[in-house]
Every structure is written in C-alpha cells, then in structure tokens.
C-alpha cells in the first residue's frame, strides 16, 4: 500500500509494509508540475516487459521499476479497483501506478 500527501509543490508518495522490499523504493516525490494527467487504472493496463530491479507476479502484484518503449515506469499495486496513475512530463519516471485508499480523491485534489 502506499499513502500520498500533496502539498503546493509536490505529491509524496510513501510505500509502506512489505511493499518497500519488493518495489525497492521508500518514497517518491513529484513536483506538481510534472503531473501531465492522474486518473484512476484503467483496466488492461499491465507494467512494460523489461523490470529492473523489482516484483512481478501476473494478476497479484507489480511492484518495481519497468522499462519498455522508451517508457520507464514505477509500479507499486496490487491491482486494487483503487489504483492511480499519474503520467509524468519532465520527471525521471513517465508513468507511477500505485494502490492508495481514496484514489479518487487524490484525482479530484490535483484537478
């Protein structure tokens, strides 16, 4: 799981339990103004084929760095209904999926 906190600048995005090991990643910061678009997962949307370094089981959970397409992505989910995505513009990653509580929500904050 992981818990997001927005701010002026930035969205904070804190992975929590287990999730830090296999994700290999604590914490993420994104300026707002890198945020091109956040909507909810839309169904089908699976993590690129190359993951390093990482966590990938089909259908149980993506967690991790993936690279494909001239993309490079981080995945934090267990394909909950409640998944966010934020597709990122002159930011190191350009696409984060993660599980949050209140995914909605945060979308509707941010818009």
Not at 29 to 44: D, F, V
Not at 51 to 71: C, E, F, N, S
Not at 73 to 87: G, I, P, S, Y
Request: with cysteine; charged share 30%.
């Amino acid at each position: 799981m992981n818990t997001v906190n927005i701010t002026d600048k930035t969205v904070e995005i804190e992975v929590e339990g287990f999730d830090k090991l296999w994700s290999l990643k604590g914490k993420l910061t994104i300026p707002r103004k890198s945020i091109n678009r956040a909507y909810l997962r839309p169904e089908g949307l699976k993590p690129r084929w190359l993951r390093v370094p990482g966590t990938y089981l089909p259908k149980v959970i993506a967690a991790g760095t993936y690279y494909g397409q001239g993309r490079k992505e981080f995945w934090n989910t267990h394909f909950r209904e409640d998944c966010l995505v934020f597709d990122l513009i002159d930011f190191d990653y350009t696409r984060v999926v993660i599980d949050v509580d209140g995914a909605q929500e945060i979308i509707d904050k941010l818009s």
